[in-house]
């Protein structure tokens, strides 16, 4: 099994890394918890395949076990349920000593781990995450949160698990689209951080290349967010480099109401309208945005805005949860593997992405 421990002051945790994990995950948590309650929070799709197993792999080793099912989706990351899930965690009685278990994807991860930092002032609880935004990006470090009707991770807080068990095998029963929404990610930690990885995403050809190598390319995310998160867990310099594509990319599933793009499209088509800007700018080697775009376009996502009133884009992204008094950050690339944070000038930014609209208000390319 492979671990990779994240060293933060005060918050030492290790990510555990296996395939078929998920059948074992009792080896870790009787390590780590002697308490007798565990509170599994999870979604009715996720707990549907792997809730039994889990639940009964816990029993066996005399934990009383619980459950919170939510709906799937991104509107369960509500205040209503976080209501809905103390009121569940008193009915069963629990107390300072249970442990919450995260099962499944960023969703339930966020939800549960701000209910773990709030129930009773704070209780311990572990992320088993089911997806591969999850795995790579969202169970580690510490970032937890709940949606307003406004806007999505308003309210959060850094909360770390005690502990993350990652089985890559469970990805398998990922439809296509939310399989590929994830590598969105994955190519992002290649963008902006390691050259090598992005050169091997290049050469993997269909899923099946990517699940044969799925245990490097999740702990090379890993290692890099390990050592982002370290330097910077607080998210005011560094971490910042993880939102590369996102300034663009939260404006538009903001745009579009959360309804046409996953969030990893969204980022997707951030990624590359970006770094064509960087790239129209001089900021960028040459040939940069051309790789971007044919990785994307080779993992099925999408590259380019297609027919979104800029104006109104750009009106959204100013108002962006990670703005500042001073304005916008971006996070910029020099070339692939290489980011830095700076701001750019909004009437250039729109300038550039109006640029590209033909009559039909499609991007030429
Ligand atoms: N998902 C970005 C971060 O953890 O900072």
Known sequence: MQQIKMNLPGHEYNLFIERGLIKASSVIICELFKCKKIVIVSDKNVFGIYG????EDLMVHGYEVHTVILDPGEESKSIENLQYIYDKLLGYSANRDTVLTALGGGVVGDITGFVASTFLRGVRYIQIPTSVVSQVDSSIGGKVAVNLKRGKNLIGSFYHPSAVIIDPEVLNTLDERYFYDGMAEVIKYGIIRDEELFSNL????????????????????????????????????ERMLLNFGHTIGHGLEAYYDYKRYTHGEAVAVGMCEISRIGEQLGLIKKGTKDRVKEILEQFHLPFRIEGADVEKLINIMKNDKKSFDSGLNFILIRKIGDAYIDKLDLNDVKRLLIAKEDRNGINKN
């Open 52 to 55: 039994k197993t889990v639940v």
């Open 202 to 237: 290049e050469g993997y050809k269909n899923k099946n290349d990517i699940l044969a190598n799925i245990e490097y390319i999740i702990s090379r995310c890993c290692d890099i967010k390990k050592e982002i998160v370290e330097k910077d867990e607080k998210d005011t310099g």
